[in-house]
């Protein structure tokens, strides 16, 4: 999800990648499904049918979240200009619920079992699931579409403005402000053009609420 | 979806947000919508009467000529487990469609470089 296009995300992708890798610039997953935050995991069946609805979707722990910044060996390997922002950031990044282990064996138990899984849901169980959309969050899904559609016209000014929009009329969608953020300054620091930033967004929300939990209790 | 005219013909309404106009209606999945009389004209639906009856919202940029038709309001993110027909460019800008993988499990992973 990322209106930087394919140059912003082809040097995350290996290059013998072995599924298909799609640029998402429009974040139609947000529109489609209610993708609000990355990274986020869809499960879709043999037969097209979603069995889980997005969730957060940690393959393994980020590793700086691990990193010993204490320890000079460690910092010494790091770029300079990294180590402050690391500091700073994170103390946060150890705090978010993030719980890949116990996301990747559920995923592993449906890819072995498929329906029979306890992971793959009802029908009822993944709507029910997916995010609340009242009104505002349709209009900022539609605000959202025209900023990054002005954006990728080069109309940098009127992309700001209905960017703007989709934080107010949702602001507690991640992806539409971290994305229009990132566009003005790629670390996501305090800006002109928008009234929150990553740091200040993450201290006010709090790290722990910034992704909620995966709920991987078997229902059946 | 992101059109330059309020009027927007019935394929281009399906590629762009998965609803096909039928005889029925609008629908998508198991969902089928009846559509009011002045909603279709010419094998093109007018927007602002397409958006007013499916509750979406309809966004107009009158600057840029843009008109902005959300999805729908007032429910829940997902209204089908049906997944949508969506057809993304790979790296290479070639597109994919979702449906291309049917027959196997798939995990669409949302990620983004910032």
């Known amino acids: ?220 | 979806m992101i059109s330059e005219t309020s009027q927007v013909p019935v394929e281009q309404l399906a590629r762009k947000t998965g609803w096909e106009v039928k005889a029925q209606g609008a629908c998508r999945g198991e969902q089928c919508v009846p559509l009011p009389a002045g909603a279709l004209h010419d094998g093109a639906v007018d927007l602002p009467a397409f958006a007013q009856r499916m509750s979406m919202p309809l966004l107009h940029d009158a600057d840029h000529g843009l008109w902005s038709l959300g999805p729908q309001g007032g429910g829940r993110a997902m209204t089908t487990v049906q997944a949508p027909d969506l057809v993304l460019p790979t790296l290479t800008g070639e597109p994919f469609a979702l449906s291309a993988l049917r027959g196997k499990k798939v995990l669409i992973a949302a990620w983004a470089s910032w």
Do not use: K
Request: hydrophobic share 40%.
């Open chain 1, 1 to 220: 999800m990322d209106a930087g296009g394919a140059e912003a995300a082809a040097p995350f992708v290996p290059a013998d990648v072995e599924f298909p890798v799609v640029v998402d610039g429009a974040h139609r997953l947000g529109e489609l499904f209610g993708v609000a935050n990355v990274p986020s995991g869809i499960w879709v069946d043999e037969q097209g049918v979603v069995v889980r609805p997005p969730e957060t979707a940690y393959p393994a722990r980020p590793a700086f979240a691990a990193l010993d910044l204490d320890d000079a060996a460690v910092v010494a390997s790091l770029p300079a200009s990294a180590v402050d922002r690391l500091r700073t950031v994170q103390p946060f990044v150890q705090q978010m619920q993030i719980e890949p282990e116990a996301y990747v064996a559920a995923l592993r138990d449906w890819v072995a079992r498929g329906s029979d899984s306890p992971y793959a849901l009802s029908a009822e169980e993944v709507l029910e699931r997916s995010a609340p959309r009242p009104v505002e969050q349709a209009q900022a899904a539609a605000a959202y579409a025209l900023g990054e559609h002005l954006h990728g016209l080069g109309e940098r000014v009127a992309s700001v403005r209905w960017f703007r929009e989709s934080h107010r009329l949702q602001p507690d969608n991640w992806t539409y402000r971290r994305q229009a953020w990132s566009l003005v300054d790629p670390s996501q620091g305090p800006t002109q053009e928008y009234d929150g930033d990553w740091l200040s967004d993450v201290q006010r929300t709090g790290a722990a609420d910034y992704y909620a939990p995966v709920d991987l209790d078997p229902r059946r």
